[in-house]
């Protein structure tokens, strides 16, 4: 699991924490729950909601949204005739 900075390449990293090379988008690999509670994470989520467009309310009321971001999904591929398989009842 990973935790996603939408805008994580201009966040500063001096551990090295941050994987990813894309323009703007890093995250940092979760080996588990207590990953969040490291001061350098923290230091890193801390300097997300600063730059944050649009500031969070710690006192409000938050959801998480989880949305597919494909535009649809790929069709399958057609099995091969060779690779089904067929039942014949063996023979008396």
Do not use: Y
Request: proline fraction near 10%; hydrophobic fraction near 40%.
């Amino acid at each position: 699991m990973a935790l996603c900075f939408l805008k994580g390449a201009v966040l500063p990293d001096p551990n090295g924490l941050l994987r990813g090379g894309g323009r703007l988008v890093r995250n940092i690999r979760l080996e588990s729950a207590a990953t969040l509670d490291r001061p350098e994470v923290r230091a890193l989520m801390k300097a997300a909601l600063e730059r944050a467009r649009t500031p969070i309310d710690p006192k409000g009321t938050h959801r998480l949204i989880i949305k597919s971001v494909s535009a649809k999904q790929r069709p399958r591929r057609p099995v091969a005739r060779s690779s089904r398989i067929t039942w014949r009842p063996s023979p008396s």
